[in-house]
């Protein structure tokens, strides 16, 4: 490449320094890659390692069944009963859950399966921004809207009483919020499946219902199971939008339509003015390390559970 | 129910769900320009000046310091992201690592990517209280670059997979060294690796639950680096169910520059995509 040659000897000596130069580069920039690629296992110990040492004083304080069982909450003098945040997360999990698998399911299926040209596009980009759309956002419109909703509406046409803020309304808003997430996740393993699996279905007679619901569907099983178990953990996980609009309650709820408290929300409504005091920060720090613990679960549960489903429901 | 009718059903549900969920989004997004806009539109000032001196009480002045924390938090806080998941992504590919450490290390990511922000809240928390500083600018973006990296990891690994092998090749075939062709493949890999970055300052600059504990919930100008200071989703959190009409109007404006932000952000990471696709070999030309 180097034609110039005004003077060899310089030439000569010039190419092994590129060279070493570039050599250089390479092992300079292969340590700072290995390091980047071990920072997310370090970055994931280091998390886990904090929070089990910030977790220590409370868990050798009360014992760890007393602490999940016990539903008495009072940081003040020292009780920490888990137990109402625990109800209320599951409340809300199961609910909202339970009103956005099917919705979701249903869409992704008209998405991958019904949808054509155009309206496919317009559909599947309002959902990736419905998914951008930030949490606390819904937590406004949900305050604008659903509460009183719930509170002027749906309480009384179902026989009950509630100031709107509550269960069923975190609910309905974390229905919301998830759905996005687990249509794309669908949407994806409806479209990884051939086509020839339709082909087929579709050339022995069955209705195309009857080729989404009894192929397509068990084809794309793995990949629609570990979406919800996906979902699960973020609803799960889910902070901002409970501590707006569960009420903050810490008291096991008697129906869903009382205001109550989930393991996040506890987190955030009670860590601000309870700093000071030790053993309630070593408390909130360990509902932090049981959300990491139960969402890793969750994690590892869909792996296996779509390794497994994947081998039985092969096509 | 025959077999006809229940397709009938069953394809009308479908038809539904996306309905409603179209409607929903309009709901959403609606509600928020409707609210936010009303107030924000006959008062535009409202973003740009600093806030009164008892703000929380009176609603005196305006939210600049939420839109200066947002992006003195933010910005940074991407870029660092962007360095080090790009590096964990180029990392991840055949040539630095074997399958099996990819494997493992792709583990942990997803773990991190599904952990929940607040988590990562009260981590960066606990390591303020350790060293015994105070909540401030600084930690958010620490704790804002954590929740950014898992995210911009996936979407920057997904990219440089989908680069074709064909690049890598011709690459190592002149006889680049492996960063060398590292370079190569992200640049084949730009329109991927743009949207992740672009998606990721968007989760960035909405996500409360990190930031809420550890920059603090200062209602004064971000005074540096170590000073308290606070985001846009802070301030709707705090002030949505104000009993003071006017700091609960500032949420509502706030809001409707928040989606405004994020929507606008989605379609440049779109346009942007499409852009740089020209580097993509078979991309657009």
């Known amino acids: ?315 | 129910m025959d077999r006809y009718a229940e397709q009938r059903l069953f394809g009308f549900l479908a038809r539904a769900s996306a309905a409603l969920i179209v409607a929903v989004l309009l709901l959403v997004v609606g509600v928020t320009i409707f609210r936010g806009g009303r107030v924000f539109l006959t008062d535009p000032a409202v973003a740009i000046t600093p806030p009164g001196s008892r703000y929380m009480l009176d609603g005196g002045g305006g939210f600049l310091h939420a839109v200066l924390g947002s992006l003195f938090i933010v910005v940074p806080a991407t870029v660092v992201a962007t360095t080090l998941s790009l590096s964990t992504a180029v990392f991840l590919q055949s040539d630095y690592s074997s399958e099996r450490t990819s494997d493992v290390i792709n583990m942990f990511l997803n773990v991190l990517w599904g952990t929940p922000p607040i988590v990562y809240g009260v981590f960066v928390l606990t390591v303020i209280i350790a060293v015994g500083a105070q909540t401030s600018l600084i930690f958010g973006i620490v704790a804002i670059a954590i929740f950014q990296y898992p995210i911009m990891t996936r979407y920057a690994d997904e990219a440089l997979q989908s680069a074709p092998d064909a690049v890598k090749e011709a690459s190592y075939g002149l006889g680049a060294t492996r960063f060398e062709t590292a370079r190569v493949t992200i640049r084949a890999a730009l329109p991927g690796i743009i949207a992740g970055v672009i998606m990721g300052f968007a989760r960035g600059i909405g996500d409360a639950a990190t930031v809420l504990f550890t920059a603090g919930r200062s209602t004064q100008m971000p005074g540096g680096p170590f000073e308290p200071a606070t985001t846009l989703p802070i301030l709707i959190f705090e002030q949505a169910a104000s009993f003071n009409a006017e700091v609960r109007s500032h949420a509502y404006a706030a809001s409707f520059v928040l989606i405004v932000a994020v929507l606008a952000l989605i379609i440049a990471s779109k346009l942007l995509a499409g852009r740089y696709a020209r580097f993509a070999p078979g991309g657009r030309q």
Not at chain 1, 99 to 105: L, S
Not at chain 1, 220 to 240: D, E, H, M, Q
């Open chain 1, 1 to 315: 490449m180097d034609t110039t040659t005004d003077s060899g000897s310089n030439a000569q000596a010039d190419r092994p320094e590129r060279l070493d130069r570039r050599l250089l580069i390479e092992r300079l920039s292969s340590y700072w890659l290995i390091g980047a690629g071990l920072f997310a296992v370090a970055l994931f110990a280091l998390i886990v390692l904090t929070l089990v040492q910030q977790s220590i004083p409370i868990v050798s304080e009360h014992s760890l069944l007393e602490m999940l069982t016990s539903s008495n909450w009072d940081p003040a003098s020292e009780e920490f009963g888990y137990l109402p945040a625990i109800v209320g997360t599951i409340y809300v999990t199961v609910l909202s859950m339970a009103m956005g698998t099917p919705i979701a399911i249903l869409a992704a299926i008209y998405i991958a399966e019904y949808a054509e040209g155009r309206m496919k596009v317009i559909v599947s980009s309002f959902i990736d921004v419905l998914a951008a759309i930030p949490s606390v956002i819904f937590g406004l419109v949900g305050l604008i809207v659903v509460v009183p909703f719930v509170g002027d509406y749906l309480a009384p046409a179902l026989g009950t009483h509630s100031i709107g803020l509550g269960i069923v309304t975190v609910s309905l808003v974390m229905a919301i919020i998830v759905t996005p997430f687990m249509i794309s996740l669908t949407v994806e393993s409806l479209e990884a499946l051939p086509d020839e699996l339709r082909e087929a279905s579709l050339g022995v007679g069955a209705t195309k219902w009857e080729t989404i619901r009894s192929v397509l569907l068990r084809a794309a099983g793995p990949g629609i199971f570990s979406a919800i178990l996906l979902g699960f953990g973020r609803v799960f996980g889910a902070t901002i939008v409970p501590a707006m609009l569960i009420g903050g309650q810490t008291a096991i709820p008697e129906s869903p339509f009382d205001a109550g408290e989930t393991l996040p929300s506890l987190i955030v409504n009670d860590f601000g003015e309870l700093m000071s005091i030790p053993l309630t920060q070593s408390a909130l720090i360990f509902v932090g390390l049981l959300l990491l613990v139960i969402v890793w679960l969750f994690n590892f549960g869909a792996m296996l559970v779509r390794r497994r489903l994947q081998r039985r429901w092969q096509y």
